[in-house]
């Protein structure tokens, strides 16, 4: 990919790409305020639903370990995302930019990938603890 010549993009190519990478970014954005909202959950859950005191000490629960986790990177990734846009659009308007570029500016799809999956992975493992709790409880 690093061998790929530097191709300048027409006005419109440039307006598109402007809009279509804004859009993407307002997604990583909304994917990483989820995230933050979500990483109160567990705490929520175990305080809420399962009765833990207030000045209790959360139990370590590998579900619990695993959102937290999960939507932590959901996070970073988005935050990196929305840089790595922002660079992907300067590598495709200036040629210096371009030949500067590593491939990971010059493909940030797969940070946008590694949003998603770990935002739904951490879903997951919420519904995962919140599914085992209510079973137990219910037989």
């Not at 993009?9 to 995230?35: C, D, K, N, P, V």
């Not at 809420?48 to 619990?64: C, S, W």
Request: aromatic content about 16%; glycine content about 4%.
């Amino acid at each position: 990919m690093a061998d790929e010549p530097f191709r300048p993009l027409h006005e419109s190519e440039q307006r598109a790409y402007l809009e279509i990478m804004g859009r993407y970014s307002e997604t990583a954005r909304s994917f990483g305020q989820l995230s933050t909202a979500a990483l109160a959950l567990p705490v929520i859950f175990l305080r809420q639903i399962l009765g833990l005191r207030e000045n209790a000490t959360i139990p370590v629960d590998p579900l619990i370990v695993a959102t937290w986790i999960a939507f932590f990177v959901a996070i970073l990734a988005s935050q990196l995302y929305q840089y790595l846009a922002v660079k992907y659009l300067t590598a495709h308007f200036w040629r210096e930019d371009w030949e500067a570029a590593s491939r990971f500016i010059r493909n940030p799809g797969w940070i946008y990938g590694v949003m998603l999956i770990s935002f739904f992975a951490g879903t997951l493992a919420f519904i995962l603890k919140c599914a085992i709790h209510y079973f137990t409880l219910h037989p």
